[in-house]
Nanobody, 118 residues
């Protein structure tokens, strides 16, 4: 069973930085794309960034390009989201997700709150 556990959220001032972590377990993730999504109050969940487990190709939403960096540590089965130059509009619950590139099944973590004060 796939388990994704996020951590690293918190309260930060605008212009600050946070690093989110997503610890993945339950299977080998070589055929998965790891993703970060976020959902602000009253808004739909939106894509933030993604990385392929094999190869490490990365993808970003335009709203975070140049400020956020997604990375992974294969040895620790952990995906990271480094968030710099944070803005109040980045305030949201951030979710880690894993999508199988074979079955297209999605698995989700429980989310971690990020609050950026102005």
């Amino acid at each position: 069973q796939v388990q994704l556990v996020e951590s690293g959220g918190g309260l930060v001032q605008a212009g600050g930085s946070l690093r989110l972590s997503c610890a993945a377990s339950g299977r080998t993730f070589s055929n998965y794309q790891m993703r970060w999504f976020r959902q602000a109050p009253g808004k739909e969940r939106e894509f933030v960034a993604a990385i392929t487990w094999t190869g490490g190709s990365t993808y970003y939403a335009d709203s975070v390009k140049g400020r956020f960096t997604i990375s992974k540590d294969n040895a620790k089965n952990t995906v990271y989201l480094q968030m710099n130059s944070l803005k109040p509009e980045d305030t949201a619950v951030y979710y880690c997700a894993a999508r199988s590139t074979v079955t297209l099944n999605d698995y989700w973590g429980q989310g971690t709150q990020v609050t950026v004060s102005s």
